[in-house]
C-alpha cells in the first residue's frame, strides 16, 4: 500500500509535466538550441579550453546541467505551489502518504523532468557539435553522467520543495529562482571554465556548489573539469544528505492548506 | 468496539501569549458508529479546525483526536485509511479529467486498480458521462460530487463532510442527502458540518453546537429541538377563552396563536385553558426547528446552556 502511494504520486508528477509538455520541455530545448547557437557555434568557434576541447563541446554539459538544474527545481516547486492554490496539496497531506515518499515522489519527478531536458540538449548539442567538427560527441563516463543527473535532479528538485512550502506567494518563489538560482547557476562554470580566471576569483567560484555538480556532469560526457571529481561525488552526496533533510524539515513545519 | 472518532478536551491555538487566538476551546465529542453526527456553528466556530486537526491538516495545542482508538498524531497512517474527507473548498485541480483524479486519489490509498469502485461512484454520482472532462469544465455542483467521490474511492469507515452542500442547489442537495443516508445504511460513520440547518434536522441523529471555539450543547437532534424551542398551537374556537399574556402570540377573533412548551401534552394544556372538545373548530400543531434551538443556543448565556449527553 505504502509503495503504491509513492508510485501513484511520482506517476502523476510525469503526468503533470508531460500535459504541458511545450512549458517543459520545448521550451528548454528552444532556449538550449538558443544558447548553442549564439554562444556555441557563432561566437566560441574559435575557442579552446583545457587545452583543446572546442568550446561547443565545453558547452553543452554546462547547458545540460543548467536545464538539468532549473526543471528538476521548477517540476518541484510548480507542482506545489499549484497543488496549494487548487487545493490538491490537501489530499495528499490527508492521504497515508509519508513524508519521505512525498519527497522522493516529487525529487524523482524532477529527476525525470531534468533529465529529459538534459538529454534533449544533448542531442541538439550534438547535431551542432557534428556540423560544426564533423565528428559524434560521444560520452566518455556515462556512469559519471547518470550519477550527476541523478544527484543534480535530485539536490534541486528537494530544493524546489523546501522553496516552495516556505513561500507564501508566486514572488517568493520566483525571487529565489532569480536571486539565488540564476546567478549560483551562471557563476557555476556554465559558460566559462574557472581556469580561466584570476586565481582570486578562482577561489570564489569554487565556493559556488554548482561548480561541482556542473563540472561532475563535464567530466561524464567529456572527461574534462574544473574540480576534481572525486571532490565533486562528496559535495554532491552531502548536498543530497543536507537538502533532503531540509526538505523533510520544510514537510513536517510547512502548511499543505491552499493558499 | 472504540467508537469512529472520540474528540476529547481538543484545544488548538494559534500564535502565542497575549496574542494567541483560541480557534477550539476544550472541545469533547464522539461520533458512533453507522450515526451521522452533526457539528453546527457560526463562521468561526472552529468546526473546519477540528476537521483539520483529526486529518492532520494542522496540529492540536492540547487534547486528542482518536479514529477507531488510534490517535491521529500518533498512528496517523491508520487513522487516514478510515478516513474520506470532503474539504469545504471546491477542487480547482487544471491538469487532469475527472477519471485520472480518482486513479490518482485511489493509488494515494494502496488501490493500484480501482476502476469498478470508481465507475460505481462516477455512475451513483451522475458524473460518469463527465469523466473525461477536467475540474474547470465542470459546475459547481458537479465539482462538489468530484469531491464526494474522491472521499469514498478508498471506501472509508468514516466520513468528514464539511460543508459538503455549500452553494448548491436545492435538487442536488436532496440528491446528496439521500446519497449520505445511504451511506449511513451501509455502515459509514459520518461528521457532517453545514449551515443549512434543515439539513442537520433531517441528516443527524444527534448534533452538536459550537460558538467561539466551545461546545455550547450536545445531544440527540430531536432531544436538542425539544429542549431549545417551544412549539406553537394555533387553535380555533366557536367561543372565545382567557389565554394567559405570556402564552399568546397573537388573536384573531376567535383564533389563538398560543405558545406551548415542548415537551407538554396537548391534552393538559387544552385543560388548563378550559377548552372542551366541542369548542374546537381547527387545531395545527407547529413543532420547533433546529434552526430555532440553533439561534436560541447562540443566544443563550454560556453558563445556563445544558451540555448533556457527552461521554468522555
Known sequence: ?259 | MPNPLEIQHLKKFYGAGSFAVEAVRDVSFEVRPAEIFGLLGPNGAGKTTIISIVTTLEKPTSGSAKVFGEDVGVNPMFTKRQIGVVHQEVINSGYFDVEEILEFQSGYYGFRKNTERIHFLLHKLNLFEHRHKKVKQLSGGMKRRLMIAKALVHNPKLLLLDEPTAGVDISLRETLWDFVRELKKEGMSILLTTHYLEEAEMLCDRVGIINRGKVETMGPTKGIIKDFTQREMILTLNRGITVPKEMLLEKKENTYRILVPSDSNIGKVLTDLHVESSMIGDIEIIEGSLEQAFLRVLKTPEKSVKTKDIHL
Open chain 1, 1 to 259: 500500500m505504502m509503495t503504491t502511494g509513492f508510485i501513484t504520486l511520482f506517476m502523476r508528477e510525469i503526468k503533470r509535466f508531460m500535459k504541458v509538455v511545450v512549458q517543459t520541455v520545448v521550451t528548454p530545448f528552444v532556449s538550449s538550441f538558443l544558447y548553442l547557437l549564439v554562444f556555441g557555434v557563432s561566437l566560441g568557434s574559435q575557442m579552446r579550453v583545457h587545452g583543446g576541447v572546442p568550446y561547443l563541446a565545453f558547452l553543452i554539459p554546462g547547458l545540460m546541467m543548467m536545464g538539468l538544474m532549473n526543471n528538476a527545481f521548477q517540476n518541484s516547486a510548480s507542482s506545489i505551489v499549484s497543488s496549494k492554490f487548487s487545493g490538491d496539496l490537501e489530499d495528499i497531506r490527508v492521504a497515508p502518504i509519508t513524508n519521505q515518499q512525498i519527497i522522493w515522489a516529487l525529487s524523482l519527478g524532477g529527476v525525470v523532468r531534468g533529465g529529459l531536458v538534459a538529454f534533449v540538449t544533448y542531442l541538439v548539442g550534438a547535431v551542432f557539435y557534428y556540423l560544426e567538427q564533423r565528428e559524434v560527441l560521444a560520452i566518455l563516463h556515462p556512469v559519471a553522467l547518470i550519477y550527476f543527473v541523478i544527484m543534480g535532479g535530485l539536490i534541486f528538485g528537494m530544493i524546489g520543495i523546501a522553496v516552495a512550502f516556505w513561500a507564501s506567494n508566486f514572488d517568493q518563489l520566483s525571487a529565489f529562482s532569480a536571486f539565488v538560482l540564476l546567478p549560483l547557476t551562471y557563476l557555476g562554470g556554465v559558460f566559462i571554465s574557472v581556469e580561466s580566471l584570476h586565481p582570486f576569483w578562482q577561489m570564489v567560484a569554487k565556493l559556488n556548489p554548482l561548480l561541482y555538480l556542473i563540472n561532475g556532469l563535464r567530466y561524464g560526457v567529456l572527461g574534462v573539469s574544473d574540480v576534481d571529481v572525486a571532490l565533486a561525488v562528496i559535495l554532491s552526496l552531502i548536498g543530497f544528505v543536507v537538502f533532503y533533510g531540509v526538505s523533510l524539515l520544510a514537510l513536517r513545519k510547512g502548511s499543505f492548506q491552499r493558499w
